[in-house]
């Protein structure tokens, strides 16, 4: 099975930046697309980015497109989401995942989820 481990969530102010970093454990990492998705308090788990096994295809939310980036290194098994000119509306607990394509992950379809890591943006 694969897990999937989120890091580098953190409290910062707006206008700062952040990486955040998603380890895999399994031998067939690179066999999957791998996105991010964030959950506010009492909102709706919701699409952010996804990067296909080769990264030749990326996706974005229009709500973070132009300042967050998504990229991964199959030879480490991560994948990471660079996140810059951060809003207080990007407060949200974010979530690492994986999926067979990136079409079916970024309606949802993800096979394997991480435990979420904090972000909070300061007004």
């Known amino acids: 099975q694969v897990q999937l481990v989120e890091s580098g969530g953190g409290l910062v102010q707006a206008g700062d930046s952040l990486r955040l970093s998603c380890a895999a454990s399994?031998?067939?990492?690179?066999?999957?697309?791998m996105g991010w998705f964030r959950q506010a308090p009492g909102k709706e788990r919701e699409f952010v980015a996804v990067i296909s096994w080769t990264s030749s295809v990326t996706y974005y939310a229009d709500s973070v497109k132009g300042r967050f980036t998504i990229s991964r290194d199959n030879a480490k098994n991560t994948v990471y989401l660079q996140m810059n000119s951060l809003r207080h509306e990007d407060t949200a607990v974010y979530y690492c995942?994986?999926?067979?394509?990136?079409?079916?992950?970024?309606?949802?379809?993800?096979?394997?989820w991480g435990q979420g890591t904090q972000v909070t943006v300061s007004s």
């Open positions: 995942a994986a999926g067979t394509s990136s079409p079916s992950l970024r309606n949802g379809g993800a096979r394997f």
């Open positions: 399994g031998r067939t990492f690179s066999n999957y697309a």
